[in-house]
């Protein structure tokens, strides 16, 4: 999918056996990220230390130096990843491999990263974490940096299920992307099923990789899990899916263009 | 643990249940890292494109860079992390917390990351990955770091562990640090039950954390697995425990300096 560079790889299986995998992802950054607490002095605007040139939080900094590093050995030259600070994002000193583009070149301006960044640190961290500071930023925001990308490449997923889909069935989309219709086309794309079988997986996974596994096989034990399964779901339920429709009418909405 | 300014934490137990919770760690590493190729190109040194001022891999590049980001936010104010590119890491912006450290002061001079490098890269990437270059540098270095750095962490932690064994059994290992005796060291930190508990612990521990979950509970279905068990096994028996035990005895050895 990296490339696509093979019309015949655009399925709606491939798409959703992707999306699948990626739900591990998530699950095991969330695990990860949860082991500390939530460091608001990391989010802080602006940071309490003086970092020449530079206002915003310590998260930030962080985030954008290590985007701009993997900006340059080409991480953005993927259509699957989007950057969240794309001001000044140096260029790739890898060169660019040659593949047939998947997507409408509109694609390229759908970014909700901004949306996803905002979320994550004013509702999804309160959610999952610990409220305190324990001081290990610079691990913290590793963790996050992992979590935000992971959750970002998932929703932005969202551009290569709206263009297969569009493929699939031009004709009802055509009218509703020229009408402008937002609403009818959010209807056409959610399948409520769907999201609940997503939710229930998602709830399932987190308590297989959540769990304590010991050698003592004793059933009596209760089960421990590292993270609560009904977040996970609840993530999925109010954040990812509906984000990454937004990403599917946005996208669709410029697939005339 | 971070910390470590309660003398009373510093017990075997604690030790114990940090390393269990680091072998979750590493196994997500791992599934995460072997969804990409070994992706050679990234560590051939010199690197193919031309770096200002560096003559080593793209990966060295990226994971330096990435350290000295770190660095800047604390990351090596913990005890319990260790540079693998120690020379020219910029200061810590954020000043250090004060309290009072559990380590000898020689704890800083014992570092065997150049071997963990230098194994992960010839040995166990290509364990675990299928031979090929994808073109995913950014991304699966950052998967890269993460899992080199939580294996470092692993391994050191036996700077903590020879400390408590230490001081649990001062007159048992104070004549044979005294004769530098590296094999009397090495026999009396070594428990073959312990160490056949833990290849067993993380091969389950794959197993769990590598399965497809899937909402079907077809158990005629056979397990397919992301990782193979006995490798994760392998890791640890041949890597992980050693270089732990290594770590152990060049503590020791200058435990009374």
């Not at 998260?59 to 600070?85: D, I, M, W």
């Amino acid at each position: 999918m990296a490339c696509g560079g093979d019309d015949n790889k655009l399925s709606l299986d491939s798409i959703r056996d992707s999306l699948i995998r990626q739900e591990d992802t998530i699950i095991f950054n969330i695990i990860e990220r949860i082991k500390y607490p939530t460091n608001p002095t990391l989010y802080k605007q602006p940071c309490s230390v003086n970092i020449p040139d530079f206002s915003g939080s310590l998260f930030q900094y962080l985030f954008q130096e290590t985007e701009a590093l993997q900006s340059k050995v080409g991480r953005y030259l993927s259509p699957e990843e989007n950057p969240f600070f794309s001001n000044n994002l140096p260029d790739s000193i890898i060169p660019p491999t040659k593949c047939t583009p998947v997507l409408h070149p509109a694609a390229e301006s759908v970014n909700v990263n901004e949306k996803i960044l905002d979320v994550y640190i004013n509702q999804i961290l309160p959610l999952f974490c610990k409220e305190a500071d324990d001081g290990n930023f610079a691990t913290t925001a590793a963790c996050d940096i992992h979590l935000l990308q992971a959750l970002s490449r998932r929703i932005h997923y969202g551009k290569f299920v709206a263009e297969v889909k569009f493929r699939d069935c031009t004709d009802e989309y055509k009218p509703l992307i020229l009408a402008k219709d937002r609403d009818a086309l959010m209807k056409l794309l959610t399948f409520e099923a769907v999201e609940e079988m997503v939710k229930k997986r998602v709830a399932k996974k987190a308590m297989a990789f959540g769990q304590e596994v010991t050698l003592n096989d004793s059933t009596a034990k209760e089960v421990k899990c590292k993270v609560d399964p009904t977040l996970v779901s609840r993530l999925y339920d109010e954040w990812v899916m509906p984000l990454t429709k937004l990403v599917e009418v946005e996208y669709l909405l410029r697939r005339l263009d």
